[in-house]
Nanobody
């Protein structure tokens, strides 16, 4: 699975951005997708993920402001970010994982190269 993020940029506090992750390759064994972010000097952290059965999870810091969604016809993973704050400044990464070990699948983790989001106060 190959992932490429887009949609990052520089905005003011309170603005909105929509990130998109283009997914290509064989997704048959994919179990979950997620958005992570990494701010300067900090560890990479989970922002939101979506698992089989449309199970959505969000970090407490973004609940009520961000929304993750999967567009299957377009084969993208999107992250709508509203009411952005300076502390949302980070490089945002798209992630895909497969957990199944079977005749047809092996566990895997894929990452995109990241897209920068900068929020000015």
């Amino acid at each position: 699975v190959q992932l490429v993020e887009s949609g990052g940029g520089s905005v003011q506090a309170g603005d909105s951005l929509r990130l998109s992750c283009a997914v290509s390759g064989d997704t048959m064994c994919m179990s979950a997708m997620a958005w992570y972010r990494q701010a300067p000097g900090k560890e990479r952290e989970l922002v939101a993920n979506i698992r089989s059965g449309n199970n959505l999870n969000y970090a407490d810091s973004v609940k009520g402001r961000f929304a993750i969604s999967r567009d299957n016809p377009k084969n993208t993973l999107d992250l709508q970010m509203n009411k952005l704050m300076p502390e949302d400044t980070a490089v945002y990464y798209c992630n895909a994982e497969g957990f199944e070990q079977s005749r047809w699948c092996s566990p895997f983790t894929s990452w995109g190269p990241g897209t920068q989001v900068t929020v000015a106060s």
